[in-house]
Nanobody
């Protein structure tokens, strides 16, 4: 699985951006996808995720109501709509794909794939 993010840039506080993550390769094997971010000197943190089979979504509390994760299966693309951006949202944003391999009911392997990241800078 290969992932390529795009859509980052410089935006003023209160503005919006939509990030995209184009997936290629064995995309049918993807179990779930997610967005993370990492600011300088900080650990990478989870923002939002979506399960492939059900479309169920999950969000970190600090982005609920501001960020929305979605996908376009026809385009093999994951999105993150970000509204009401704040200077503290400045970070490199990464897309992640998870492939879970099962044998019957048992998980035998899990693989994580990451994109190269896209920079989001929010000015005050």
């Amino acid at each position: 699985v290969q992932l390529v993010e795009s859509g980052g840039g410089l935006v003023q506080a209160g503005g919006s951006l939509r990030l995209s993550c184009a997936a290629s390769g064995t995309t049918l094997m993807i179990t779930a996808m997610a967005w993370y971010r990492q600011a300088p000197g900080k650990q990478r943190e989870f923002l939002a995720g979506i399960v492939s089979s059900s479309g169920r979504t999950d969000y970190a509390d600090f982005v609920k109501g501001r960020f929305t994760i979605s996908r376009d299966d026809a385009k093999n693309t994951l999105y993150l709509q970000m509204n009401g951006l704040k200077p503290e949202d400045t970070a490199a944003y990464y897309c992640k794909a998870v492939v879970v391999v099962t044998t019957g009911p048992r998980v035998t392997n899990e693989y994580d794939y990451w994109g190269q990241g896209t920079q989001v800078t929010v000015s005050s």
